[in-house]
């Protein structure tokens, strides 16, 4: 049944927790004014994922995928975490055993002062070539800002974002190290994700099976919130602040 307000049971249960693990969606950086994937206006909406992120259409039309990427990575630079990014830093300074399990590419999380990640997705800050592996420098880049294409200076392969395309394998080790986060946690929480895209979306379903209590943070019920044990409906960067600071006074 979802609530407007968190509930006692979920405060107690953060307060008491040793191993928690959050994961984390489009919808926590919203807020900060970056667009969400499937809401209204959100970016799969106005771009086709066929056309640009897949390894198909980046060889098609490499100067199309990169532009795409770096005009999301300049919007990502231009603006800033904010209080939901904030709440899980000082989360993870609470938690002995915490995990920050994320689907963005957008950096927000680290700017804010997160540690322990693990990124789903990869990140869009960094880029490499899709021929030798080299990660990209900034000069590499630069062709990119005049409508060139960006080339690796090693091998003259092309430089692709460093995130995860449709059809592409999550980085090795990454899932595995999120998936056994997922079953050792006492409390798992979902947060501003539409849940529909595996393997992440799979990731609470592992955490229940494995005992944690699930509670889910979003704006409106996602695909899991049937399986979840609570669902918050509302902003993460208002209720995470008012959950953090709850579970904080509750340790002290
Ligand atoms: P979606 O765009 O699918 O879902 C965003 C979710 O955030 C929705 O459930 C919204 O209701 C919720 N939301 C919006 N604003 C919110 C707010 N202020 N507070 C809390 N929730 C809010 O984004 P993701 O679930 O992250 O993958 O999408 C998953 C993956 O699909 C992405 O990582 C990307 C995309 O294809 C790849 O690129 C591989």
Redesign the pocket.
Known sequence: MPHRAFSHELVDRLARAQHVAALT????S??SGIP????PG?L?EQFK?EEL?NVQAFLRNPKLVQAWYTHRRNVALEKAPNPGHKALVELEGLVPDFLLIT??VDHLHQRAGSKRMAEL?GNITRSYCIDCGKTATEQEMTPIASGGVAQCSACGGYIRPD????GEMLPEGVMEWAGEAAQRAEVFLS???????YP?AGLPLLAKEGGAYVAE????A?AIAGYVDEVVLG???EVLPALVQAVREKRA
């Open positions: 969606g489009a919808g926590i919203a807020e969400t994937f499937r809401d959100g799969w994922p992120a689907q963005n997705h995130v995860v395309w449709f947060i501003g994700t539409s849940a529909v895209v992440a943070i979003n704006i409106e996602s902003k993460a960067g």
